[in-house]
């Protein structure tokens, strides 16, 4: 029987140069935006990333581009309510969606929120792929299932990518594993394969390149 999500394979070489060459060139913040009106043009592919509060978003974003401090985390989980565009050249943007599930936000602030993103996905024709980050120590919770259930009915697919696999040992990875494949299950916009990476340890981050490098 074949393993439903399995972990994506390690990419040829000739297609994880294709994803450092993408990573290695020019990263530059575009500009955050907080209504549709100020989206950049729909000129080019896009992809997001979107994840609780704490899952290490900035961190690989970081990791992924080789790049210190171009995303720029908060100590206030939650705090920052922009939809963050990075453009990796010409050819692509990355964009970085708000953290999700703080539980101290106002109201106010999280239907504000979710009303964006829901703007956002359904209405951005250039996105490709939504990368959404799943704390590897965790497992998938109810507000990831909230996101995933938005993206289905956006018709956008979507990746889960764990974070910080580093943390766990190997059984509470295959414990947490499985937790996320009977998750997934019912999604009928989920990518089949996961993505285990490590931004401390630089692992996954080839596959991951490779990934966005290789969406048409």
């Not at 964009?95 to 829901?118: H, T």
Request: net charge positive; charged share 25%.
């Amino acid at each position: 029987m074949q393993l439903r999500f399995p972990i994506a394979p390690e990419p040829e070489h000739e297609i994880s140069e294709q994803g450092r060459k993408l990573f290695a060139g020019p990263v530059d913040f575009v500009k955050g935006v907080v209504a549709m009106s100020g989206l950049p043009p729909a000129d080019r592919l896009e992809v997001c990333f979107a994840g609780r509060s704490n899952v290490g978003k900035s961190s690989l974003i970081n990791a992924l581009t080789g790049r210190k401090a171009l995303a720029r985390a908060s100590n206030t989980p939650g705090r920052t309510q922009e939809i963050n565009f990075f453009a990796l050249g010409e050819s692509h943007y990355l964009v970085d969606l708000p953290g999700y599930g703080y539980a101290n936000a106002p109201l106010a602030v999280v239907q504000k929120w979710q009303a964006l993103l829901k703007q956002y996905l359904s209405g951005r024709q250039t996105l490709r792929r939504a990368f959404v980050l799943v704390d590897a120590r965790h497992g998938i919770k109810t507000v990831d299932e909230e996101i995933m259930s938005l993206l289905d009915a956006s018709a956008v697919t979507f990746q889960c990518v764990l974070t910080k696999t580093d943390k766990i040992n190997a059984a509470d990875r295959d414990r947490v594993l499985d937790q996320v494949r009977a998750k997934l299950a019912p999604h009928p916009a989920a990518y089949p394969e996961l993505i285990l990476t490590s931004s401390e340890k630089s692992e996954g981050l080839a596959t991951l390149r490779a990934t966005i490098a290789t969406l048409e």
